[in-house]
Nanobody
Framework: QLQLVESGGDLVQPGGSLRLSCAAS????????SGWFRQAPGKEREGVLC????????NYNDSVKGRFTISRDKSKNTVYLQMNSLKPEDTAIYYC??????????????????WGQGTQVTVSS
């Protein structure tokens, strides 16, 4: 069974940091592109960051540039989103997703076919 499980969401003060995890089961994560997305209340889902099967990363969102990074641990079959200098506008449900096409990149037209259940990040004082 293909499954993605996010964790690490929390309430954090502005300027704080969080690391989100997305653990995969039922498949080998680094064969495929993985991405982080977010959806704030009343807004559409937007892309954040992506890591391709070859390890290259792509920023989908200028608002997180220099603050968020994506990484992957092959031994743990997990992808991470490190978020620093958090702002109230980063408040959202964060989702990880995978393109189940072998060797997929962050720019190809393969669909994001697996999604996690989401984890809530709230940035507030």
């Amino acid at each position: 069974q293909l499954q993605l499980v996010e964790s690490g969401g929390d309430l954090v003060q502005p300027g704080g940091s969080l690391r989100l995890s997305c653990a995969a089961s039922g498949f080998t994560l680094d064969w495929y592109a993985s991405g982080w997305f977010r959806q704030a209340p009343g807004k559409e889902r937007e892309g954040v960051l992506c890591i391709a099967s070859n390890g290259g990363t792509t920023n989908y969102n200028d608002s997180v540039k220099g603050r968020f990074t994506i990484s992957r641990d092959k031994s743990k079959n997990t992808v991470y989103l490190q978020m620093n200098s958090l702002k109230p506008e980063d408040t959202a449900i964060y989702y990880c997703a995978v393109k189940h096409r072998y060797g997929s990149s962050c720019h190809d037209k393969a669909d994001w076919t697996s999604w996690g259940q989401g984890t809530q990040v709230t940035v507030s004082s």
